[in-house]
């Protein structure tokens, strides 16, 4: 009986110590997507966002102005990531 409670413990401590961990990525996405040039990618990606919307019929998709923010995004992300790495 004592060997299940002490297991049972054990996982309790285990999901208290998971949940305690952030992911820096988050936070440096955050920070990064309000830097001047990922603003000026968003600001393209909501015109055409908004530009497709409003036609009942078009081809035109935002996927190019997508991979432009996603890209300024992380290229900002990735010069920060591992100076915040353990």
Do not use: N, Y
Request: aromatic share 8%; proline share 1%; charged share 35%.
């Amino acid at each position: 009986m004592l060997f299940i409670w002490s297991c049972v413990f054990q996982e309790e401590e285990e999901e208290e110590e998971e949940e305690e961990m952030v992911d820096p990525i988050e936070s440096l996405r955050q920070k990064c997507a309000e830097t001047e040039h990922c603003v000026h990618t968003w600001e393209r990606l909501e015109q055409c966002e908004t530009r497709v919307g409003s036609r009942s019929s078009t081809e035109e998709d935002c996927t190019e102005e997508l991979f432009d923010f996603l890209h300024a995004r992380d290229h900002c992300v990735a010069h920060k990531l591992f100076h915040s790495v353990k």
